[in-house]
Every structure is written in C-alpha cells, then in structure tokens.
C-alpha cells in the first residue's frame, strides 16, 4: 500500500485546512486510516483514526476534538482530515498511516498499530 498525502501548506491561525491522502491498491476499504503529526523538536503524535468498518467510527486527540474531522471514501481511496479553527501549535508535519488492526487500535496503540505511512505535509500556522 502506498499512501501519498497532501494539502499542507500556511495558514494564519483560525483558518482551515484540508488535508488528503490518497492511496494505492484494491484493499484500502479494509485498512483502518489514521494521522499523526510531527512537531519540529517532537516525537511524532497520533492525531485522528477512522476505522475500516461501514459504521467509519472516529477517533481523535483531545486536542483537536471539536476542530478536526477525519473521514473517508473508500470509492476514491482517499482519508480526509479537516482542520478548522488552527492553532500555532498545530504546526507540524501531517503523516497518513494505514493498518490492518483497527481504529481504536490507532488510537490506543498509536504508531505501533500501522503497518504503512505515508510522506508527510507540512502544515504551518502562523500567529
């Protein structure tokens, strides 16, 4: 599985961004989807998942809930996340993962759960 993602770019803060990630091969409706974030100086961070299943259960950071929203269409393997009211502090490198485990597991389980991560996109949010 390849994941590419994209939409990063500057924002002030308050704004909104859109990011995509789109992916290879013929199976993406069974992988749970997820993203995580790197902040320079930062470990890299588990920001939003969304399960495989038909119900696309979600699961997010605390710090984002409420601002974010990850969603899916298995017709265009792609995963979205939507990012409204940013922050300087959601300045990061945006990575798109994959894995054959669950939602919930991403969320739990963070970057030992994927199994495929894709290139990252910068999002940098100006104060």
């Known amino acids: 599985v390849q994941l590419q993602a994209s939409g990063g770019g500057l924002v002030q803060a308050g704004g909104s961004l859109r990011l995509s990630c789109a992916t290879s091969?013929?199976?993406?409706?069974?992988?749970?989807m997820g993203w995580f974030r790197q902040a320079p100086g930062k470990e890299r961070e588990f920001v939003a998942a969304?399960?495989?299943?038909?119900?696309?259960?979600?699961y997010y950071t605390d710090s984002v809930k409420g601002r974010f929203t990850i969603s899916r269409d298995n017709a265009k393997n792609t995963v979205y996340l939507q990012m409204n009211s940013l922050k300087p502090e959601d300045t990061a490198v945006y990575y798109c993962?994959?894995?054959?485990?669950?939602?919930?597991?991403?969320?739990?389980?963070?970057?030992?759960?994927?199994?495929?991560w894709g290139k990252g996109t910068l999002v940098t949010v100006s104060s």
């Open positions: 993962a994959a894995s054959t485990t669950s939602g919930r597991a991403i969320a739990e389980g963070g970057r030992d759960s994927i199994n495929y």
């Open positions: 091969g013929r199976t993406f409706s069974r992988y749970a």
């Open positions: 969304i399960s495989w299943n038909g119900a696309s259960t979600t």
